[in-house]
T-cell receptor, first 115, second 113 residues
Framework: EAGVVQSPRYKIIEKKQPVAFWCNPI?????LYWYLQNLGQGPELLIR????????DSQLPKDRFSAERLKGVDSTLKIQPAELGDSAVYLC?????????????FGQGTRLTVV | GDSVTQMEGPVTLSEEAFLTINCTYT??????LFWYVQYPGEGLQLLLK?????DKGSNKGFEATYRKETTSFHLEKGSVQVSDSAVYFC????????????FGTGTLLAVQP
């Protein structure tokens, strides 16, 4: 079974440019997460989807970040315009449900460098 | 708010040594506790979990016990291998409406032959 697929793996952009990350979750997983991982830190949740609905976006900087999950499957996270401080690894994860004990499956992440 | 604190790394051990990575948490309720591992070049993957006080999670020779009285979930392994070299993250989750993993900062383990 294929895992969570993210693309691209690496992205280098100049500040003020837009950038987008794509995530394909495990088939049948209703819950999708985007996490931000800064260097030397643990991942922090940006947004969580249940099917196509964003149910927790309280940590998403909405002035420059946006996300969508079309038809409750694939998801895209966008930054416009990017700032130097956005350099980090963006992780996508999915799980079959939102149960307390449910395992989240992570993709390999997209490493963004803003120059 | 809820948080997870891990011992700072890197932790460097020789093969077959005993491993302990400390993890303590602050929680307002009764979360489940997790250890995730990130091998070089790979995504985070679940290593083990415990869902309530006194539960012991175990996998691949690793163990951790949910200690409510000390708010701890220390990771242990009796004999580490070079292949265990990775970054280990402790995390908690309540699930439901507040479903999100709250991670510690991670601990890099380097095992030398």
């Amino acid at each position: 079974e294929a895992g969570v697929v993210q693309s691209p793996r690496y992205k280098i952009i100049e500040k003020k440019q837009p950038v987008a990350f794509w995530c394909n979750p495990i088939s049948g997983h209703n819950t999708l997460y985007w996490y931000l991982q800064n260097l030397g830190q643990g991942p922090e949740l940006l947004i969580r989807y249940e099917n196509e609905e964003a149910v927790d976006d309280s940590q998403l900087p909405k002035d420059r970040f946006s996300a969508e999950r079309l038809k409750g499957v694939d998801s895209t996270l966008k930054i416009q315009p990017a700032e130097l401080g956005d350099s980090a690894v963006y992780l996508c994860a999915s799980s079959p449900s939102s149960g307390q004990n449910t395992e989240a499956f992570f993709g390999q992440g997209t490493r963004l460098t803003v120059v | 708010g809820d948080s997870v604190t891990q011992m700072e790394g890197p932790v460097t051990l020789s093969e077959e040594a005993f491993l302990t990575i400390n993890c303590t948490y602050t929680a307002t309720g009764y979360p489940s506790l997790f250890w995730y591992v990130q091998y070089p070049g790979e995504g985070l993957q679940l290593l083990l979990k415990a869902t309530k006080a006194d539960d012991k999670g175990s996998n691949k020779g690793f163990e951790a016990t949910y200690r409510k009285e000390t708010t701890s979930f220390h990771l242990e392994k009796g004999s580490v291998q070079v292949s265990d070299s990775a970054v280990y993250f402790c995390a908690l989750n309540y699930g439901g409406a507040t479903n999100k993993l709250i991670f510690g900062t991670g601990t890099l383990l380097a095992v030398q032959p």
